[in-house]
């Protein structure tokens, strides 16, 4: 039975689905990610219908392939990928049920719960399910998971506590069961098992008693299903003489545990720290180790018996929560792999924050962290993953414009270095890493691009590629697409103060020839004369300035000024402003750009201060006339 009624569950649904699509709202957008493009092609356009299949099967995720051919096979362009990434949502708020579930069930209040259930589903990780279309069934294999472990607990009460054998058969068979699709449609999200025998084993008020011996009693269903699930693939794929590339197992255990100590471990301990400068990344580790080793210490303390088999089976947990990953031969530590884990340490930071608070304190600390972990959740996905891949598919989509009009049959394409990463921080390759940095995506997103603009008949175009700086030899009649160098100069034009103006809708002053030039006054060696192309300023000495008039400004924000004038000589334009703090203009509280003779325009910006709103322009240190076109005044967050 559940515990709690259904109005209780239907209220935490609506909350966790709204919460869940303010954070990852922006997955609707038109964008496409890596092997999205891949896939998307296989699907649609090759005679291999059955490429997506196989590929999952040589990886071991038979049950992935199936589905992911399925769905791809149903779209037909990149806009379509949004409908696989809402598919990924919904699977995102069902898991955090399931985790609201486990945690009522362990004795945590409904706040407590709740929060720690959408909290987690906020995790990087759960970002990247739901960004990448990719990625779609991953977190359903997480939910599988998760209930094969609740069935394999409960198969041990039945067994051990209740004499039951039957019934504990046939749970501990749906249990084995479950766990193999569960590694069928992705190994990485399978120690979900694991995630709820720890919520299960450490109940916020319980004891250590039976602890072991239960932990061990689901490490044998856990192992023995995991070397059955490796036979049965190898078996499987054995007759192709395919190497199964995913389901290889290291041979070098203790570089592999130094590994994940370095960097898994790392990231997860970071929460949700992942587009932020090292240092805070650092303090951020080191908070969430306190908290921990705090809880630990107060939690043994309580249970002094039981206390060394306690520590044992909390630590062991952490590998075992990604233990597919640590036992593969490939060392890859994407944040799509670390969900589990992520998973666990924010269990283990509540519990231990229970420990160390009263339930008052948790009530009030707990909707505090899911605001800041959802705005935090918000800005990972939209400016680490989402805007970064849009803005590389618009700009290539730009590019291939002209070239696709003459149908080419061959194009040479550049690909970008990953520091051209269009994203503020680029940690692993969800988070940042341009698409056209990978060697298997350029031909295919090419030819997609083709199709879509044009049409299904247009004939398939041969993509050379090359490395970032590599030397290649031009042809004449072959055009040539760099990525590189779309995206360097991208980067460098949005850090222009006229990209940041222009990209503002935040208007706070504007004056023009619509607007009219009447609220500039005048104040020293200077008069105004009106003509149909602006304002005329008249400078009778080598200090002319004016006053803009007063308006309203957000103090939280950067002012952007934007000046558009013709000067009659070269000179220098100096603007100042009056602070609350210093209430008169000075050389300190200005700032000088130097403007040729001709038109010019030109960019201001102005960090947020305590501004009493009274702004000075000197046109420049000449005697002449300057012709004002306008003044606009723009704020930017």
Known sequence: MWKGSIKNYLVFI???????????????????????????????????????????????????????????????????????????????????????????????????????????????????????????????????????????????????????????????????????????????????????????????????????????????????????????????????????????????????????????????????????????????????????????????????????????????????????????????????????????????????????????????????????FSIMAYRNVTYGLIEPQKQELELIRHALKEPLLQQPKEIIFIRSHWSDSLAAKFPYDEYGLPSSYWQRVPTFLINIIAREDYDDTYEWIKVRQYKYGESFALKEGIPVINAHKLLKEFKIKIKSFEYKFNASTDILLLINRDKGYDALKALHQLSFQYKPEGMVLRSYGHDPHFALPLFNFPSEKDLVVKIDITSPKDTVLQLYYATKSVPHYSEKQSVKKRINKGNNVVFIQLPPKDYTGHFRLDPGKIVGEFLLSSIEIRGMS
């Open 14 to 372: 609506t909350v966790s689905g709204f919460i869940l699509f303010l954070a990852y709202h922006h997955i609707l957008k038109c964008y496409a990610l890596s092997d999205d493009y891949v896939l998307l092609y296989s699907a649609l356009y090759t005679s291999a219908k059955n490429f997506i299949t196989h590929h999952h099967m040589v990886g071991g995720r038979p049950v992935y392939g199936v589905f992911q051919q399925w769905l791809f096979s149903n779209l037909t362009c990149i806009s379509d990928l949004r409908y696989a990434r809402i598919v990924s949502l919904i699977g995102i708020v069902l898991f955090s049920v399931l985790l609201y579930r486990a945690y009522l069930s362990s004795g945590w209040r409904k706040v407590e719960g709740g929060c720690a259930a959408i909290i987690t589903c906020l995790m990087p990780a759960f970002g990247v399910y739901a960004a990448w279309a990719t990625m779609f069934l991953g977190v359903y294999g997480a939910s599988v998971g998760f209930i094969s472990g609740k069935l394999c607990i409960k198969s041990y009460d039945l067994l051990c506590l209740e004499g039951c054998r039957l019934k504990a058969i046939i749970l501990m068979l749906g249990s084995v069961f479950l766990l193999m699709i569960s590694l069928m449609i992705y190994q990485s999200v399978t120690p979900a098992f694991w995630l709820f025998v720890a919520i299960t084993l450490f109940k916020p008020q319980g004891n250590s008693e039976g602890l072991f011996r239960k932990s061990l009693y689901c490490f044998v269903i856990f192992s023995s299903t995991a070397m059955v699930y490796l036979i049965l693939i190898k078996a499987s794929i054995w007759p192709f003489t395919v190497h199964a590339y995913r389901i290889g197992m290291t041979i070098y255990p203790l570089r592999k545990i130094y590994w994940f100590l370095k960097y898994p471990l790392s990231d997860v301990f970071s929460i949700f720290s992942v587009l932020q400068e090292k240092v805070v990344i650092s303090i951020t580790i080191a908070t969430v180790f306190a908290i921990m080793l705090v809880g630990l210490y107060l939690r043994i303390r309580r249970n002094n018996k039981q206390r060394w088999k306690f520590v044992v089976v909390f630590l062991a947990l952490l590998p075992l929560c990604y233990l597919p990953n640590l036992a593969s031969s490939i060392d890859s530590a994407a944040f799509r792999g670390q969900g589990i884990l992520g998973s666990l340490v924010v269990f283990y930071i509540f519990l231990s924050l229970k420990e160390i608070f009263q339930s008052r304190v948790i009530r009030i600390i707990m909707p505090c962290l899911l605001a800041v």
